[in-house]
């Protein structure tokens, strides 16, 4: 199963989404209508692994497609033909870094674990460039966990020294992958040309 033809059809039919929840549903929408024979699920609980819940389970006869999804807004009031977005400002991009990694890691747990797996996918959508542009300086607290264009994510990756307390609670951990995620950013759509109105999306297959 190739994602790119699901989100390069979503993308002409949905150029904005109002909430993850928004984007999650219209992306399995797409997929099922791509694959009329997949059984496509959301916030699908894997037996194997107590306590999770993925985006988007996809079966495939006996071949499994799980999906994680993430959907970083920066706060803007948009208009898409008649319908009107008000989008939230999420902020935290250090944080909302971590955890698009660890979607990454996940997946690379589930390859192990999840009966069936035969390829894994990581969707980040967003229109703050502060995801897809290289970081204005160096030595940042969150240095490890960029996630510009060009970008290649590997190894274990953690927070910086001086990192304080608050800002990594409950994310203390370093992200380990064991794979190599070479990141690369796809514009989506353009709703507008002010700030926000550019939307990209990056990719990564497990």
């Given amino acids: 199963m190739d994602m790119q033809l699901p989100m390069k059809r979503l993308a002409q039919r949905r150029k904005l989404f109002h909430s993850e929840a928004d984007f999650q549903f219209a992306l399995a929408w797409e997929i099922q209508t791509c694959h009329s024979q997949a059984q496509v699920r959301l916030e699908f609980p894997p037996p ?12 495939l006869g006996q071949e499994v497609y799980p999906i994680e999804l993430k959907y970083k807004t920066l706060g803007a009031f948009l208009k898409v033909e008649e319908e009107l977005f008000s989008l939230r400002s999420h902020g935290a991009q250090d944080i909302g870094k ?14 192990q674990r999840l009966p069936g797996y035969r390829k894994g996918f990581a969707i980040w959508l967003s229109n703050d460039p502060t995801y897809w542009s290289p970081p204005s300086r160096a030595g940042t607290m969150a240095q490890a966990f960029t996630l510009h264009e060009g ?36 514009d989506y759509s353009r709703v507008a040309h002010e700030r926000g109105g550019l939307l990209r999306f990056a990719l990564c297959e497990v």
């Fill in 151 to 186: 970008a290649v994510k590997t190894g274990e990756m953690a927070w910086a020294p001086h990192t304080g307390k608050g800002t990594m609670r409950s994310r203390e951990a370093p992200i380990v992958l064991n794979g190599r995620y070479p990141i690369h950013w796809q």
């Fill in 98 to 111: 971590y955890d698009c990694l660890l979607d990454l890691q996940r997946m690379e747990a589930m390859k």
């Fill in 48 to 59: 194997e692994l107590p306590g999770w819940h993925l985006d988007i389970l996809v079966r």
